[in-house]
């Protein structure tokens, strides 16, 4: 492990922070001003957490905007690298909590810059160029230990491969998925007519999966580093343009300052900057290499914790969140729930009508917010003084395929408790391939 803390320049560092601090701003202040802060806290009557974490709720009134409002004045702090340390501990406990405190933008990029934000409190990302010590607040530095680039490798390169192999499933083999999802798009302006051809989506199917599991190998690669960020600058410019999808391609463009020779880095971007020729390793710390491994085994078990669990996650869900299982599925679904009031003895058909859009959305395909919902029928009724089963009459679509019964009608989910670690057999089987 003597390799892990080998000193090296510290350039691609310096520059990863401020773009990192600016995608922290963005992210914040953009939640803001596009509304989204309005439909994903402000609008909906009740949210849902993360199972066991129902306590964590959401602020009232205008509290998520003036939180939003501090979040991206942190990421300024990080950008500038001013009282760093303090911005970017901030600002991953402030993120976290908007990450679990509700479920309906439910993203791999959010997710992402959790784990980012918290590798970067330990980094050394605020030794040169940064306020911190323009105002002397710490002593400048040409270097970091090489562990600080390898975690950020290794979790990109997470992020790539286990995206990259739950791809490789007959509806992404077979083009259906990406014809599905490209059809919605038919109508973006002069490539949209190609979007419904099969050489098209096809291409766009194998593009994928291809680029995902070969890009790091690419960058690794002194021969082939170049054409790899020339291929990464393409696929992830085509992802924002058409899908959309936030400043993850833009997070992920960065990393590419990781695999290129730190000297040209520091040539190009800091030019003013001494560069740091590396030197014998340093001391080795079993601390920090004790806890690389836990946090090593940790994003390994997460993606691969699907794989242990009984049913189809593409079905079931279970085993989805948190495992680099990006754009890979679309569902659509029809829920009501049938109510059996044991204290009046009456049966009634309850449609979730409070809910906003999106949130029916996941009541109609996401086995976890049927329970949640189920349990939050329960809590509404008890304050009644009413006894009640709650029981779902759920069907759901998978990648445009018939409707299937989703879940077990005869199960009482308002009495039934969820499993973490295992599958729900209250969750239908899938036979679709």
């Known amino acids: 492990m003597d390799f892990l803390f080998k000193k090296i320049d510290n350039s691609p560092l310096v520059i990863f922070r401020i773009i990192f601090g600016f995608v ?13 802060i309005e439909r994903t806290y402000i609008e909906p009557t009740i949210h849902f957490s993360y199972i066991g974490l129902e306590w964590m709720q959401p602020l009232d009134g205008l509290g998520m905007y003036y939180l939003y409002g501090l979040m991206g004045l ?3 702090g990080v950008l500038l690298g001013y009282f760093y340390k303090l911005s970017i501990i901030t600002y991953t406990i402030l993120w976290t909590y908007c990450y679990l405190c509700h479920k309906i933008s439910y993203n791999n990029h959010y997710y992402l810059m959790i784990l980012l934000c918290f590798i970067m409190i330990f980094l050394p990302a605020n030794r040169y160029a940064s306020l911190d010590v323009k105002t002397k607040r710490i ?7 090489y562990w600080c680039k390898f975690v950020l490798i290794f979790q990109i390169s997470c992020v790539y491969f286990f995206g990259g192999i739950a791809k490789i499933y007959p509806d992404w083999l077979d083009g259906t998925f990406t014809k599905i999802v490209l059809k919605g798009e038919a109508s973006f302006p002069f490539i949209g007519q190609f979007f419904t051809q099969e050489w098209f989506y096809m291409a766009i199917a194998y593009g994928g999966l291809l680029f995902d599991l070969l890009i790091i190998p690419l960058l690794m690669c002194i021969k082939t580093r170049v054409f790899g960020f020339v291929i990464s600058l393409f696929f992830h410019s085509f992802n924002s343009i058409v899908f959309q999808v936030g400043v993850f391609p833009y997070l992920s463009l960065s990393f590419a300052l990781f695999f290129f020779d730190a000297k040209k880095i520091q040539k190009i971007f800091l030019p ?15 601390r920090i290499t004790g ?4 946090y090593i085994m940790l994003q390994l078990f997460l993606p691969l914790r699907q794989y242990f669990i009984e049913g189809n996650t593409f079905w079931t869900e279970e085993g989805h969140k948190m495992s680099w299982r990006m754009m890979l599925r679309t569902a659509r679904g029809n829920t009501r729930f049938r109510i059996e009031d044991v204290t009046n003895n009456k049966t009634y058909i309850h449609h979730p009508k409070i809910l906003s859009q999106k ?3 996941l009541v109609n395909t996401q086995p976890d917010v049927i329970w ?9 009724e008890a304050k009644k003084g009413h006894e009640i089963k709650v029981f779902c009459i759920s069907k759901k679509s998978l990648n445009g395929r018939p409707s299937k019964t989703f879940i077990d009608p005869k199960v009482d989910l308002a009495n039934t408790s969820w499993n973490y670690f295992k599958h729900n057999n209250w969750i239908t089987n ?4």
């Open 24 to 36: 922290l701003t963005a992210e914040a202040w953009g939640s803001i001003f596009t509304g989204w």
């Open 139 to 145: 002593p400048i530095q040409f270097y970091m230990p």
């Open 272 to 286: 003013r900057k001494e560069y740091f020729n590396t030197q014998a390793s340093g001391f080795v710390n079993k």
């Open 372 to 380: 949640q919902y189920a349990q939050y029928l329960k809590q509404e």
């Open 359 to 361: 949130q029916k959305h």
């Open 430 to 433: 899938f036979e679709g391939w």
């Open 74 to 76: 942190l990421g300024l």
């Open 291 to 294: 806890l690389l491994l836990l």
